[in-house]
């Protein structure tokens, strides 16, 4: 069975930093795509970032957060991060982390392309 769960969220103020953990267990595909994506109340869920390792690790990173958030990934410890740098407040919201299943990260960051999926940590950002 499939499990994802994310750790590190909490409240901080705008300009902060936080780092999201994503633990997975019973899935041995880490270095297949995985991302992680976002939603705010009253919102659409919206993707944040995404990565592979096929030999060469590639990153997919929304406008909204390039330059701002990293994503990598330790596949010794099946753990995917999210270092998020700079946080606005509208950085608020839930944070997913999702595996693909697959080698493909489509740039997009189509979240019905995810199979599997953590419950969430909650990041609040406040001004």
């Known amino acids: 069975q499939v499990q994802l769960v994310e750790s590190g969220g909490g409240s901080v103020q705008a300009g902060g930093s936080l780092r999201l953990s994503c633990e997975a267990s019973?899935?041995?595909?880490?270095?297949?795509?995985m991302g992680w994506f976002r939603q705010a109340p009253g919102k659409e869920r919206e993707g944040v970032a995404a990565?592979?390792?096929?030999?060469?690790?590639?990153?997919t990173y929304a406008d909204s957060v390039k330059g701002r958030f990293t994503i990598s990934r330790d596949n010794a410890k099946n753990t995917l991060y999210l270092q998020m740098n700079s946080l606005k407040p509208e950085d608020t919201a839930m944070y997913y982390c999702?595996?693909?299943?697959?080698?493909?990260?489509?740039?997009?960051?189509?979240?019905?392309?995810?199979?599997?999926w953590g419950q969430g940590t909650q990041v609040t950002v406040s001004s």
């Open positions: 999702a595996a693909h299943g697959s080698w493909y990260c489509d740039p997009r960051l189509i979240s019905a392309e995810y199979r599997y």
């Open positions: 019973g899935y041995k595909h880490t270095r297949r795509c």
């Open positions: 990565i592979k390792d096929d030999g060469s690790t590639s990153y």
